[in-house]
């Protein structure tokens, strides 16, 4: 049972590319979500999922893409990277009725 | 929308001495997470506190839940270097499918000297 496991651990992508961090839980949980970290700020909701085929915005979604196709699989996609996106992305899976399990983020830069 | 601050944002103590961060929110919440991120690494669930006025203790960490279930508090009794990491506490909006839908507050970066 790994819970929430995220990939990479790592990135530098340069502006205009695209990429997608990649989230899955063994969990079977409903939820799943993704936050990005920056200093002093805490950590931001970006998108979430209560359950396959549907997904709703957070605090910050511009500039993300989500799906959900399958309960354990949860992908981010950044469209057109921007400097703006440098920050650390947990993907988390909360438990009803408990608190969520984050994966090991990922840090990514954008230059 | 909701907002949730937490103070102080950072606090360096020596280590034996006590520690504690609040937490307010802008709005009632039906639950309080709090969640422990070692430095590089990812946070760490470490209770929640549903009822008004509840307080929980996990060995030497103290969590309170406010009456008004607008306000909590984490403290530390006599730190350890162990105890070195950012302390986040969260709350869902209510109800419904939003239980996993967390607001966090900025966190309190605790430094302990040896």
């Known amino acids: 049972n790994a819970g929430v496991t995220q990939t990479p651990k790592f990135q530098v992508l340069k502006t205009g590319q695209s990429m997608t961090l990649q989230c899955a839980q063994d969990?079977?949980?409903?939820?799943m979500s993704w936050y990005r970290q920056d200093p002093g700020m805490g950590l931001r909701l970006i998108h979430y999922s209560v359950g396959a085929g549907i997904t709703d915005q957070g605090e910050v979604p511009n500039g993300y893409n989500v799906s959900r196709s399958t309960t354990e699989d949860f992908p981010l996609r950044l469209l057109s990277a921007a400097p703006s996106q440098t920050s650390v992305y947990f993907c988390?899976?909360?438990?009803?009725?408990?608190?969520?399990?984050f994966g090991q983020g990922t840090r990514l830069t954008v230059v | 929308g909701q907002q949730v601050m937490q103070i102080p944002q950072y606090q360096h103590v020596q280590e034996g001495e006590d520690f504690t961060t609040y937490c307010n929110s802008s709005t009632t919440l039906s639950n309080i997470q709090w969640y422990k991120q070692r430095p590089g690494g990812h946070p760490v669930f470490l209770i929640q506190?549903?009822?008004?006025?509840e307080v929980k203790k996990q060995k030497r960490l103290t969590f309170q839940f406010g009456e008004a279930k607008k306000n909590s508090s984490l403290h530390i009794t006599a730190t350890q270097t162990t105890d070195v990491g950012t302390y986040f506490c969260a709350g869902p909006n209510a109800g419904g499918t939003s239980y996993g839908k967390l607001t966090f507050g900025q966190g309190t970066i605790l430094t302990v000297h040896p």
């Open positions: 506190l549903v009822k008004s006025g």
């Open positions: 969990m079977n949980h409903e939820y």
């Open positions: 988390a899976s909360p438990k009803r009725g408990s608190g969520a399990f």
